[in-house]
């Protein structure tokens, strides 16, 4: 079983900037990935990025260009770095280990970017 425990949401304009933390239970190096997800009011849970064990990174195209996922192993924790933020952002964002096959979620951070 993996906690995970996210952090780093809030309020801010619009171009702004915001960093989110997700602190993993496990040892994240193992893990086959870690993933921001997001989910706006009305709408589907969708994949923001991933970052797997190798490494290498995906993002979903809303976000190309303006977020950056990133881990630091030492301390078992993965950022989201959001540039750039536009309203179509605010969504309640969470974070996802994949040690294997399954997915372990956080309880979700609130982000709210205003016009």
């Known amino acids: 079983q993996v906690q995970l425990v996210e952090s780093g949401g809030g309020l801010v304009q619009a171009g702004g900037s915001l960093r989110l933390s997700c602190a993993a239970s496990g040892s994240i190096f193992s893990f086959n990935s870690m993933r921001w997800y997001r989910q706006a009011p009305g709408k589907q849970r969708e994949l923001v990025a991933v970052?797997?064990?190798?490494?290498?990174?995906n993002y979903g195209d809303s976000v190309k260009g303006r977020f950056t996922i990133s881990r630091d192993n030492a301390k078992n924790t993965v950022y989201l770095q959001m540039n750039s933020l536009k309203p179509e952002d605010t969504a309640v964002y969470y974070c996802?280990?994949?040690?294997?096959?399954?997915?372990?979620w956080g309880q979700g951070t609130q982000v709210t970017v205003s016009p």
């Open positions: 996802a280990a994949q040690p294997l096959v399954n997915l372990y």
């Open positions: 970052i797997m064990g190798g490494g290498d990174t």
